[in-house]
């Protein structure tokens, strides 16, 4: 929401200050979602850490027993995941106990460095790695924090699984992410034996998450902190969030540790004002103010604005930025820079983290010890730097310095005073001033004079993790500005030169190709391919392949790690169909900047609204068979609001969550491509007529019988996800078609102060219930005239009644009537019967069919009966699919069936619905009506 327009051509200040504005959500929350400090976040983690302080207390007293506190995550995950073990660890160390924090990503210790995302879609290879570690270091108790920031990893899935299948009861675990478990992934994990979900998995967790505290060992810890100012890229406020979240669980694990024990476990002098009353939330606050002081000194007098620019300048003339720092604040320069390569497509060479000792254990530290001899690009060692790098450098190079009050070295400074002579310099610093040495603040002045461009962050705290923090902050903007502005990597807040090296940025590469050429998901999936395939013709032989195949190719090897990754960008110039494979790698080759190419030859959309382009509906129609959905704006000719041509698209049989929010996806962004807005553009307002039951709190649907959704879909928030727009309206699709009616030209003046009932006869059969043209919902809006009984004991409805009025008369019902009678109705092409064939059929004289017609008709008119002896209704419109074909026949049994003792139902009108698609027709009254349109 705040970096729609996030790009290189931005100013560096522009750009920083558009990433305080993301990131202030870490701390602040996003809309009402629960957020860090919401008491139900903070509970569940004040759990996870009373938990896990009861594992280390029990080996401070006893040291022979085997607890393992196990953080674990892919990419950015994993990486936190090791920073903060590795700085845990080092405490527990000084205090005489061995490690108890251990980390797993997926890749092994070789992805710390060298992103590898194709082992994040292993959860067979997740699980193994977990219980490697349960049964080395953590039989009598293990608990697992599987950090996985849009709740999707199938690597931190399958180790989720393997805690809540273990029969020991000694392994417990939390999912800790920053969606809604509602909003987690819910595609089939490929190597997942059951065909289960990432949903499915943490769904269980929140399920064993709300048992007795006796007995519970599950926690979910999903603060929602908004989207990421880069589209998909988690590195960068959800890796922010995890360092804050990982730091204080561990943190106050031991302070809970160290009460109960009696032991002293935190020795260091910077945790001198803490004790072991503080909370959870008050660690956070620690962070939100290191925050606060690091945006603070970056954007008052823009030194950080100067670095971003120098690094930027190094990229742009095919330059390196090489980053060196020692103990954490090294490791997490060298972080930084490993995320690169699979967030921007960036050559492995480009951005470098080195580190002071290196593999060793003065250094990185890493469970696998040294693996520089795996390659060249695996030398992080001072000592590597100097015979590696310092060779090769000259003026289009920088070197960036990173340091904290722990990790102002000597060494560090002469590692400096060496490259100085050859490149460029910057230095990122965080540090508390008070607390200096004089060596270290002699360090200090040496680095500030030997880089003209730096950002030195005084900060009144003095807890490593929280350097570390403020380094992250500065790190991220200044590699980020850096593919910006110098590589085009970044396009309106979308990351364009990323590859699809897992099953999750396969995904997310399509919507960005569809997103940036306005083509369908279809079609620009089809362009991935021929882009991975390097052909001008996905053959059917390639398009049969599993996905694994295609992201398998798309993975650079080893000799090619020097080559920028093309994948996606040369897929957005296929998919605007003016190429062909050889002229769009040659036109990527002349211009290697993507965003710039793309101006010039992809991204130009214009609105068909001239005089106010930024003026637009999105109005949706969802039934049981399909979603219509169709664009509003203001006629330039006449300045009247008027609904342009229906974009319409079938469910199919796949009626999951996934695939829905798959497919309302699609037709938005089709409608949009059909009537001309452009997707980067927020609609002023979607409003939604949908089947089901709406909470009127957070937007979320449920009881949609023709849906098997186990639970409350979130539709608000999946439509403001899709669109961007922060005004949603949804309503009943009845009391949308009645509002349709209402407000047509023809019904307008004469149901006004009226009482008036809808049927639409449909697939189900929905109703409405208007009067003084207001709809009336009743106390839990569950007011269903389709779900009246209407043969008790009757057919079974999947409402879980016996004997509702749709199980007779609607079209759902009438097709099975027909299917019932197969000897005698043909289905269209010898297909399923349906509705439209026994409708057919009975027009065309078939008895068998005119009677199931006429049946349908007869319970209509019972139905009928009873909704006019309950509202004593002023008019009853029947609407629908079905509607006209039933209306003469249900008419004429009322009569027949209806009370004689009175004669006031000659005065109830009885009337077809007139309006064309008055569902839409309803959403376009309240789009003008709710909203300022």
């Not at 007795?212 to 990421?228: C, M, Y």
Request: net charge negative; proline share 3%; with cysteine.
């Amino acid at each position: 929401e705040f970096s729609s327009e996030l790009d290189g051509k931005l100013s560096s200040l522009e750009f920083l200050k558009t990433l305080r504005a993301c990131d202030s959500q870490i701390f602040s929350g996003w809309k009402s979602y629960s957020g860090l400090f919401d008491e139900e976040i903070q509970n569940s983690c004040e759990f996870v850490a009373s938990y896990c302080s009861n594992l280390i207390a029990s080996a401070v007293e006893d040291p022979c027993k085997k607890v393992a506190i196990v953080m674990t995550g892919c990419g950015t995950s994993g990486r936190i995941a090791f920073q903060t073990a590795r700085r845990y660890n080092r405490v527990l160390c000084a205090a005489g106990v061995r490690p108890l924090f251990h980390y797993l990503i997926s890749g092994g210790d070789s992805a710390l460095l060298l992103s590898d995302e194709l082992p994040e879609d292993d959860p067979v290879e997740g699980a193994r790695d977990l219980d490697r570690v349960v049964k080395e270091y953590g039989s009598d108790g293990t608990f697992l924090i599987g950090v996985t920031c849009g709740l999707s990893a199938p690597y931190v899935a399958g180790q989720l699984h393997y805690a809540l299948q273990d029969s020991t009861r000694t392994v417990g675990a939390a999912v800790m992410g920053f969606n809604p478990v509602e909003l987690s992934r819910d595609a089939a994990i490929e190597k997942a034996e059951g065909n289960w979900t990432f949903r499915d998995v943490a769904r269980n967790v929140e399920k064993e998450s709300h048992v007795d505290n006796s007995t519970r060992r599950f926690a979910v810890l999903n603060p929602v902190i908004g989207p990421e100012p880069i589209a998909g890229s988690s590195r960068m406020k959800g890796g922010s969030a995890t360092a804050v979240l990982l730091d204080a669980l561990c943190l106050r694990t031991l302070l809970l540790a160290q009460a109960s024990s009696g032991v002293t476990l935190l020795h260091s002098s910077e945790f001198n004002d803490i004790s072991a009353s503080t909370s959870i939330a008050q660690i956070c606050l620690a962070y939100q103010s290191v925050h606060s002081e690091t945006y603070c000194t970056a954007c008052q007098n823009e030194s950080l604005a100067a670095c971003m620019n120098q690094a930027s300048k190094s990229l742009r003339a095919g330059g390196r930025v090489l980053y060196v720092g020692a103990e954490s604040a090294g490791c997490m320069a060298f972080i930084d820079a490993s995320e690169m390569p699979d967030t921007y497509g960036s050559p492995f060479d480009q951005i470098r983290g080195f580190v002071e000792g290196g593999w060793g254990k003065d250094g990185v530290g890493n469970a696998a010890g040294d693996i520089s001899g795996v390659s060249a690009l695996h030398r992080i060692s001072y000592e590597n730097f100097r015979h590696d790098i310092l060779p090769t450098l000259n003026e289009a190079d920088t070197v960036v310095v990173v340091a904290h009050n722990g990790a102002l070295t000597n060494n560090t400074l002469a590692l400096a005073t060496e490259a100085k002579v050859k490149a460029q310099m910057i230095l990122l610093c965080a540090v508390n001033k008070r607390l200096l040495t004089s060596d270290a603040n002699q360090v200090l002045d040496a680095l500030v004079e030997l880089a003209p461009s730096h950002s030195v962050v005084c900060t009144s705290q003095e807890m490593e993790g929280l350097y570390d923090y403020s380094l992250k902050l500065l790190l991220n903007a200044v590699s980020t500005y850096a593919q910006a502005a110098g590589r085009g990597a970044v396009y309106k807040g979308l990351m364009v030169t990323t590859g699809p090296a897992n099953d999750k940025i396969y995904n997310r590469c399509v919507e960005i190709i569809a997103h940036t050429t306005t083509v369908s998901l279809a079609s620009a999936e089809n362009a991935l391919l021929r882009a991975i395939h390097k052909v001008d013709v996905v053959i059917e032989e390639l398009i049969s392949k599993p996905r694994s195949f295609h992201i398998a190719a798309s993975i650079l090897p080893a000799h090619m790690r020097h080559c920028a990754q093309t994948i996606l960008p040369l897929s957005m110039l296929l998919a605007t169909g003016k190429w062909l494979v050889a002229d769009a790698l040659d036109a990527l080759q002349k211009e290697p900047r993507v965003s710039v190419l793309l101006d010039q030859t992809v991204l130009k959309v214009t609105s068909p609204c001239s005089n106010n382009p930024s003026k637009f509906a999105v109005l949706f129609d969802l039934g049981g068979t399909n979603i219509r959905v169709a664009t509003a704006c203001t006629n330039s000719s006449n300045s009247k609001i008027e609904m342009n041509p229906i974009y319409s698209s079938a469910i199919g049989e796949d009626k999951s969550e996934e695939a829905v929010l798959r497919l309302l996806r699609e037709v938005y962004e089709q409608v949009l491509v059909q009537d001309g807005f452009p997707k980067a553009d927020a609609p002023c307002c979607v409003v939604m007529a949908q089947p089901g039951r709406l909470n009127d709190c957070d937007g979320s649907i449920s009881g949609l019988a023709n849906f098997p959704w186990s639970r409350p879909f979130p539709m608000k928030a999946v439509l403001n996800d899709i669109s961007g727009c922060e005004q949603i309206k949804i309503l009943d699709d009845c009391d949308a078609a009645l509002y349709g009616e209402i407000k047509s030209s023809a019904m307008a003046s004469t149901v006004n102060e009226n009482v008036v009932v809808m049927l639409t006869i449909g697939t189900g059969i929905g109703s409405a219930l208007f009067c003084n043209s207001a709809p009336y919902k009743g106390a839990r809006r569950l007011i269903e005239g389709g779900h009246m009984i209407i043969h008790p004991g009757g057919l079974q409805c999947p409402c879980g009644q016996r004997g509702c009025l749709e199980m007779y008369c609607s079209g759902t019902a009438i097709g099975l009537s027909g299917q019932s009678q197969s000897q005698h109705i043909r289905g269209t092409s010898g297909g399923v019967i349906t509705a439209e064939d026994v409708v057919r059929e009975a027009q065309h004289g078939n008895k068998i069919a005119t009677n199931i017609i006429t049946t349908a008709a007869k319970d209509l008119a019972i139905g009928l009966v009873n909704v006019c002896r309950m509202y004593d209704p002023h008019m009853v419109i029947i609407g629908g699919g079905l509607g006209g074909i039933l209306f003469d026949l249900a008419k004429t049994e009322f009569c027949n069936q209806s009370w004689n003792i009175h004669d006031d139902d000659r005065d109830i009108k009885f009337v077809l619905a007139n309006c064309d698609e008055s569902g839409l027709a309803g959403c376009l009254s309240l789009s003008m009506e709710y909203f300022e349109l």
